[in-house]
């Protein structure tokens, strides 16, 4: 028997109303990126428009305050101040200058977990080419996810100089515990001061899971805005933690935005977050993430996260009574990231299939996730990632349609 939905119907029908999308796909690729409220997408036109009557500067001038509002909201998000709060073009942009401020020396070594994004995973790898720091891989448990006490003695036993970890991977509904993660990090940074960074990526957990970066202890967290949080493409934002500034980290390549530049070679960073960010951003996807991060909070991010649960457990239980379908995702906890395979399929054809119906997944392959995929013993998986949003009718007609082209294989 289904359970109660977390939302009423007119609650949903509201989100849905406010959501031009909802009318003509279902929509089932968040992890990819969510339908954007009507509400963002105003946002972000508005300003288009404004700076093509007054002038792109001019304009920035003029919605100050409301750009300023960006970090308020996203620190409400993060339970943070403004000033922790760097905006950057992305996830993978908001890792790439955590991680750039890294103090590598050779011999350093990053601890990350075997599930880490795969752009991280070959950030690492380049790292490892050009400064000669050591990857070591946390073991996982049995049961999948990190194993608490491998990462423990690594820590001690390794002091590396990076910890990282994703709270989400991209290829499986796995969600590590990061709050334990975090309580780990937490005692061994009290008795090793300064010998080791935390950099959690949370790209797939914004917007799905609620973050508090007092709980997880983290000195970064990463995210983008347009997954769970439902806001625009090109717009990621970075947590900086107040150690993190007060110990002088900064960005390898730190621009006029960043610092000021005082006497002929010298330059001071700022105090603030924004030294991770650069002078030059498109002020109409700020104002989109914004807006984007109001909406979320307005629905409220442990209801979005129940709602998205209950959706996935259900795909979940009801892919696995499928002919031919494996459902991959494995781990204590999982979250909103649907992964499965189809015995004598091929994965375009089903994702071509379903566009034609107008169902909306995305196909993930083996070089996106090499070890978690070769530990399944898969080359390819199709994700279907529900959000709050959806309908259970949504979700009945997409497996109905996925069984239809599988009986037609």
């Not at 031009?20 to 339908?35: D, K, S």
């Not at 508090?212 to 625009?232: N, W, Y």
């Not at 960073?269 to 960010?277: G, I, K, L, Q, T």
């Not at 996106?368 to 995929?373: G, L, N």
Request: net charge neutral; proline share 4%; hydrophobic share 40%.
């Amino acid at each position: 028997m289904r359970t109660t939905s977390i939302f009423s119907p007119e609650e949903i029908a509201g989100f849905r109303k406010d959501t031009t999308g909802c009318a003509n796909v279902i929509h089932l690729n968040n992890a990819g990126a969510g339908l954007m409220p009507d509400v963002v997408t105003r946002a972000i036109q508005e300003h288009i428009t404004l700076e093509s009557q007054i002038g792109g500067y001019e304009a920035a001038a003029l919605r100050a305050d409301a750009i300023k509002g960006f970090y308020t909201t996203a620190g409400k998000l993060f339970n943070c101040n403004a000033s922790n709060i760097a905006f950057t073009s992305s996830a993978t942009d908001a890792y790439t200058r955590a991680l750039s401020s890294i103090p590598f020396q050779q011999g350093d070594i990053i601890l990350t977990d075997n599930d880490d994004f795969i752009s991280n995973q070959i950030q690492f790898l380049s790292c490892q080419k050009r400064f000669g720091v050591r990857i070591v891989r946390i073991k996982n448990a049995p049961e999948g996810g990190v194993d608490l006490d491998d990462l423990e003695r690594q820590l001690v036993k390794l002091q590396p100089r990076l910890l990282a970890i994703t709270h989400i991977p991209t290829n499986a509904g796995l969600v590590q515990p990061v709050k334990k993660i975090g309580d780990i990090y937490g005692h061994y940074e009290k008795t090793h001061p300064d010998k080791t960074w935390y950099i959690l990526d949370a790209c797939q957990s914004a917007g799905q899971l609620p973050l508090d970066v007092q709980q997880l202890q983290c000195d970064f967290l990463s995210v983008t805005a347009r997954k769970f949080l439902r806001g625009p493409r090109g717009t990621g934002f970075l947590y900086i933690s107040d150690k993190a500034l007060q110990k002088g980290l900064e960005p390898l390549f730190i621009d006029m935005r960043g610092a000021e530049w005082i006497e002929k070679d010298l330059y001071k960073p700022r105090e603030d977050a924004m030294r991770y960010e650069d002078w030059e951003f498109a002020y109409a996807l700020v104002l989109g993430t914004r807006a984007a991060i109001k909406y979320c909070l307005n629905v409220g991010v442990d209801r979005i996260a129940r709602q998205v649960k209950q959706h996935a457990d259900h795909l979940r239980q009801d892919l696995s009574r499928m002919n031919k379908v494996r459902v991959l995702d494995r781990g204590p906890e999982l979250g909103g990231l649907v992964t499965f395979t189809v015995r004598d399929a091929q994965p375009q054809h089903l994702v071509d299939e379903l566009l034609k119906r107008k169902i909306n997944v995305v196909p993930s392959y083996r070089n996106f996730a090499v070890i978690d995929f070769d530990e399944k013993g898969v080359q390819w998986a199709l994700r279907a990632s529900p959000h709050y949003y959806n309908t259970e009718e949504e979700i009945r007609q997409f497996l109905s349609a996925l069984e239809d082209i599988i009986v037609g294989l």
